[in-house]
DNA sequence: CCAAAAGTGTTAGGCCTACACCCATGT
DNA sequence: ACATGGGTGTAGGCCTAACACTTTTGG
C-alpha cells in the first residue's frame, strides 16, 4: 500500500469508530544517559516528525484513548499521564494534511487534547506503525522539525513537568526501578535546568524518607560504586499529596 | 415557545454553525460582600443548575468561543480567562439531556473544555438567555444542586484557582478598580481558605510596589474610612511574571 | 473616647545556600 | 594515591508567623 492509500484507510477506520473533531497528542518523557527525551514519530510522506497521537472512539473515555494511544506506541501500560492544556486554534491541524482529498478524516478540523507522559525509558520498546516511517527517542536540547503545532505542544508540556515538579512522581516515573543517587539528581538538575548543591540535594532527599536503600551497584569502574536506591511508593506518594515542598 | 421546542431551535442551529462533540464551559468567579461567587444558570425544564458554556463554532478558535459565550452571558468583554482542565468521559453530558429526543443536538457525547474566569462582580450584569430561566451569582459556600459533572468541574476550577493565585492576577480582576486594603486581605483569605495576619499582609502587599493610593474613602460609617487603592497595572503584571512569591 | 484602619518594630523559627570537611570503596 | 560517592556540620541570609505598639480619622 503507498502513502495515501494508508491515510485512506485511517480515514475509514476513524470514521466508523472515532469521535470527530477530537485528538489527543502525547508528550512522552523519558531519561537516559543524563538528558532528557521525547519520544517521536516520522510520518510517511511527510519530512517532519510529529508527536505520538490519536482520536477517542466513540465509547471510549478520552484518558483512555491517551493510555490506549501511548501501549500502541510503546506497549507499556502504568504510564503516569496527565492532561496538561487542549490546542484549539482554526486551522492548526489542516496545514499539514493539505496533500490529502478534502473528504478524508485527517482534513477535519481538530481540537487536541494534550497529555504528558512520564515512563521509564528502559522498559519502552518505541513501536512503529502502519503509517509512520519510525518512532524514536529524541534529545529535548536538539529536536528535528516538528509538524503542526507540536513544537508548541511540546513546550508547554515542558513547562508543565517544570512546574509541577513537586507535585508529579517525577522520578519514580521516569528512572528504572533501583537507581543511583548521582542519576537521581541529574535528573532534577535537567527538569529545572540548573545544577544543584550535592550535599543539599542529598539531605533533601532522605529528609522525605522515601527511599529504600539496596546493595551497592556492583560496578566495573574504577571507583567506589553508587548506592542503589528504590522508591517507596507509599510514602512517595503520601509525600507529594502535600508537594515535596522546597524551592530547589 | 415551550422547552422542547427552544432546544429543537438550537439543536438545529448548533447543527449548521458548530463543530459536534465538543462544548466549552466557563467557571465565573465573583467577588462580592466578603465573599467568592459564581455564575450559574438554571434551564428551563431541569431542575438543576448549570455552569454557562456552549459550542464552538466551525470557523471560531476555542478560546474566542469561551469570550463570546462570557460576553452573551456578562455583557463584558475583556475578562480574564483562562483553560484549566478537559471533561471526557464517556456519559458525563447526556445524562440530563435524556428527555430529549436522540437525534437532538444535545444528545451527543461532549467532550467539554472547562475555562475558568474572574470578573469584577459590579461591572457584570448576568444575562438571562431563551433557554434559561435565570442567570445568578451563586455563593461558592452554599451551591444548588448542579447539573451532569458541573460540580466537577467548579471544583476543580477551585482548585487551580488557589494553586495559581501566585500566578494570576487574582487581585486586578476580582476588584473593583479602586479597593481597599480590608478588602484586598479578605480576597486572598477566602481563596486560600485561612486567616493572614493583618500587619504582614500590607507589609507584603506595600514591598511588591504594584499598589496606586488614591485619595481616602467618604465614608458613612462612624470610624476611620480606608485609603483606596488601585493596582499599577505594568507593575502588576511585572510581578506576576516571577509569580508573588511568598506562601501565605 | 471609641472603633476601624494604617503602619512599623521586633523576635524566634524555618528553610535554603554555600562552603567545608569527614569517611568509604575499588582500581 | 585518586576519583567518585555518601554523609554531616555550620554560618549567613532570607522569609514568615506572631505579637506588640503607635498613629490617624470620623463620629
Redesign the interface.
Known sequence: MNVKELFEKGSELAYQSC????SVDCVVFGFHESSLKVLLLKMKGVDKWGLPGGY?K??????QAAYRILKARTGASNIFLE?F??F???GRSEADMAHLPESFWQRQ?F?S?GYYALVNYAEITPVTDRISESCEWKDIDSLPELMMDHREILENALHTLRRNINYSPVGLNLLPREFTMPQLQRLYEIILGKPLHRGNFQRKIHSFNILNKHDANPSKKAHRPPILYSFDTVRYNEALQNGLKQEW
Open positions: 469521535i470527530p473533531h477530537v477517542v466513540k465509547q471510549e473515555d478520552l484518558d492532561e492544556k487542549v484549539g486554534k482554526v478540523r481540537v487534547v
